[in-house]
């Protein structure tokens, strides 16, 4: 992979670790995306009311073949948590209704869900997963005993962001269609570390960020709403899109595409992203990373005196990994990891729990995450920050 650490723009000074928190963008995805801006400043009118409706087409349609759905269920949206809002605004909760959830997720859509369920009297149940989870049907098994006939819809991770773990979603759909419940996956983390193809996943709701693993330029990720629900969320803007003046074959792509003035440069983008990793044959890249994240799983939990959460297989580890670790001062943790060792690593907070969260992308190398093994180690020794 070190002929691939050339390709990205990040600071030859900082040894990163942190590519899960807003991924990077590859040069020559990056100049694409400075030549559409380029383009749109030379001429805003036709870039926004012309050729980028075109240029957003052809990107819809390369994100669908990519991630296996139809072109016409996909829309771009500037992050996963502003599709959660999309959908948790608009679905048709009535007092003691139920969202079943974990409690892994990611904190601003919990923030989302617990905002709309107040305003109904609706419930949002965040199933409690013991850790350390021992298989995919331990995980199962806890998940669903938060199932009740009160249940409308289970909202859950593909890969949960501060844990990183990988959820076994695949199993998770399949059960809770059989039920007869409706799917939301948030599947922030999962384009570009993971083979995704949504019609065999069975989610009836989709949501992935292209600007992670899929290094696209800030700011671009897709909702993807399966046909027979469309019609159920409105978009968060009501804009053009709504009675438009010459509406589309889709009111599903008019109420959440047209929203006026703006820069989507960023969605543009997502051909040229996938065609850099179709190039650089991304997903034996990607398995490197992955094996080089679980080849120093166990090293860093010996380190930190610490239990793995969960079996380190590919069932639940991929390319981010969460050590527990025992610090009261996590954010000052983070700092000195940065200020210090010039490491961008970040210390992750979830409800009573701290996690040292390292993630490998193709420039990464064994190097750093032994600067990083290291530095914990001389901290540990050193500072009161890390407690034994």
């Known amino acids: 992979m070190d002929n691939l650490k050339s390709q990205f723009l990040l600071r030859d000074d900082i040894t990163f670790l942190n590519f899960g928190s807003f991924g990077a963008c590859p040069k020559p995805v990056f100049e694409r995306y400075q030549q559409y801006q380029l383009e749109l400043e030379q001429e805003p009118v036709q870039f926004i009311t012309v050729n980028g409706l075109q240029y957003l087409k052809q990107s819809r349609e390369a994100l669908a073949n990519y991630i296996g759905c139809n072109a016409d269920d996909v829309v771009y949206v500037t992050n996963p948590s502003y599709a959660v809002n999309i959908i948790?605004?608009?679905?048709?909760?009535?007092?003691?209704?139920?969202?079943?959830?974990t409690n892994l997720e990611y904190g601003a859509c919990d923030r989302t869900w617990n905002y709309y369920c107040n305003k109904v009297g609706a419930?949002?149940?965040?199933?409690?997963?013991?850790?350390?989870?021992?298989?995919?049907?331990?995980?199962?098994?806890?998940?669903?005993?938060?199932?009740?006939?009160?249940?409308?819809?289970?909202?859950?991770?593909?890969?949960?962001?501060?844990?990183?773990?990988?959820?076994?979603v695949e199993e998770i759909?399949?059960?809770?269609?059989?039920k007869g419940l409706i799917t939301f996956v948030d599947g922030a983390h999962a384009p570009g570390q993971l083979p995704l193809n949504l019609?065999?996943?069975?989610?009836?709701?989709?949501?992935g960020a292209c600007h992670q693993w899929m290094m696209t330029p800030k700011g671009s990720s897709f909702?993807?709403?399966?046909?027979?629900y469309q019609k159920l969320f409105d978009p968060l803007v009501i804009s053009w899109g709504y009675q438009s003046a010459a509406p589309s074959h889709s009111q599903f792509l008019d109420y959440h595409q047209m929203q006026g003035t703006r820069d989507?440069?960023?969605?543009?983008?997502?051909?040229?992203?996938?065609?850099?990793?179709?190039?650089?044959?991304?997903?034996?890249?990607?398995?490197?990373?992955?094996?080089?994240v679980q080849q120093n799983a166990a090293k860093f939990c010996s380190l930190l005196n610490a239990t793995a959460i969960a079996p380190v297989t590919d069932d639940f580890i991929c390319q981010l990994y969460?050590?527990?670790?025992?610090?009261?001062?996590?954010?000052?943790?983070?700092k000195h990891l940065f200020d210090k060792y010039k490491i961008e690593v970040p210390v992750?907070?979830?409800?009573?729990?701290?996690?040292?969260?390292?993630?490998?992308?193709?420039?990464?190398?064994q190097q750093d995450l032994d600067k990083l093994y290291n530095a914990v180690k001389e901290i540990m020794s050193t500072t009161s920050l890390i407690e034994p």
């Open 123 to 168: 419930k949002y149940v965040r199933q409690k997963i013991e850790l350390p989870i021992a298989s995919k049907e331990h995980f199962i098994e806890q998940f669903f005993k938060g199932l009740t006939p009160k249940t409308k819809l289970v909202f859950i991770s593909h890969l949960t962001s501060s844990t990183g773990l990988r959820l076994p």
């Open 223 to 228: 909702l993807y709403v399966k046909s027979d």
């Open 88 to 101: 948790a605004k608009s679905f048709n909760l009535a007092q003691d209704d139920e969202i079943l959830t």
């Open 264 to 292: 989507f440069s960023a969605f543009l983008c997502i051909p040229n992203a996938i065609a850099f990793m179709q190039q650089n044959n991304w997903e034996a890249v990607s398995q490197q990373c992955k094996e080089l």
């Open 199 to 207: 019609q065999t996943l069975q989610a009836d709701i989709y949501t």
């Open 173 to 178: 759909c399949a059960i809770a269609k059989e």
């Open 348 to 365: 992750m907070v979830h409800e009573d729990k701290v996690f040292l969260r390292y993630s490998i992308q193709a420039f990464n190398s």
């Open 322 to 334: 969460s050590t527990p670790i025992k610090t009261k001062q996590p954010i000052d943790l983070y």
